[in-house]
């Protein structure tokens, strides 16, 4: 049984339509990515998996329909989201950032006693300790965001969603804005996730990236999956070539060589 399966998952916003019958399944312990042009329909697809805008058709998780389930239920079924658009709290420090996430039914209650009484559950503690750990940001826990590098700032997002200890964590866009080697850092991180209980979904530009970390993927283009498979059965399918043409010809094929030359490097 999978992690997380879509059936038909459909999304319309009046005459678009930006998910069109979406089937992806995600198995446990598989890093699986989503790749498509501006538009294809990516966040929109997180979007519906989290509970942030309707859609119709199925959302399993382990087999039952989650479709009932608000966003903050789907959470504790496991299912945490990154945001394209990172917003961290400047004012916070970075483990305070990570706090606030980590226990998500108490967030108005107790964000004060959290803070700054000192109340913080041992358990609670441990899961942001684990997650600072995880993306290697122990060392600047006491600092403020904005006194961060932008891959650092990127990585600080990554470990908020780790801090609400997921099943499966849904990534948009996490290397975008990171130079070459931020995001193959990002990537060596992510791909030792599923070791500790994490699978991930990925949504990124960075071709390398995808290519290099994923076990299985899949291409978006119009709001419907033209092609899914491994890395290497993606990077030589020519309808994705074909869907990539008319914003970066050729690049996905450059990515693709480059990304399989650093595979050996990033895979365990
Ligand atoms: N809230 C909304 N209301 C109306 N249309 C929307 C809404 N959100 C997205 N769309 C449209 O749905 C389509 C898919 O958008 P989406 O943001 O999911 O694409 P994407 O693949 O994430 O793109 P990008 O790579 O630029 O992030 C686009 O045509 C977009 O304009
Ligand atoms: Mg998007």
Redo the contacts with the bound molecule.
């Keep these: 049984m999978s992690l997380l399966q879509t059936t038909d998952l459909t999304?319309r916003?009046?005459g678009?339509v930006?998910?069109d019958s979406v089937n992806i399944r995600v198995e446990e312990g598989q890093v699986v990515g989503l790749i498509?042009?501006?538009?294809?329909?990516?966040?929109?697809?997180i979007?519906a998996i989290t509970g942030y805008?309707a859609s119709t058709g199925g959302i399993e998780v382990d087999g039952a329909n989650i479709r009932a389930l608000k966003p903050h239920q789907r959470v504790a079924k496991g299912l945490v989201r990154t945001f394209?658009s990172l917003e961290l709290f400047e004012d916070l420090s970075v483990e305070d950032n990570l706090l606030v996430a980590a226990q998500p039914a108490r967030w108005y209650d107790t964000i004060l006693d959290m803070l700054y009484l000192s109340r913080v559950p041992a358990a609670v503690r441990k899961r942001v300790d684990d997650a600072l750990e995880l993306v290697g940001l122990s060392h600047v826990r006491s600092q403020s965001p904005s006194n961060l590098s932008q891959g650092q700032r990127k990585l600080v997002g990554v470990a908020r969603a780790l801090a609400a200890k997921p099943r499966l964590v849904l990534m948009?866009?996490p290397a975008a804005g990171l130079d070459t080697a931020e995001s193959y850092e990002l990537g060596q991180k992510m791909r030792t996730l599923p070791a500790s209980g994490v699978s991930v979904f990925l949504?990124d530009?960075d071709m390398g990236l995808v290519l290099g970390i994923c076990d299985y993927l899949y291409v978006?283009d119009f709001?419907s999956v033209i092609a899914e498979g491994s890395p290497v059965e993606i990077r030589s399918n020519p309808k994705v070539i074909q869907a990539y043409l008319g914003e970066s010809a050729g690049t996905i094929r450059e990515a693709a060589t480059q990304a399989l030359a650093q595979t050996e490097n990033i895979q365990p």
């Design positions: 999304v916003f009046g678009v930006a998910n498509g042009p501006n538009g294809a329909g990516k966040t929109t697809f979007d805008v394209q948009d866009e949504i530009h978006l709001g």
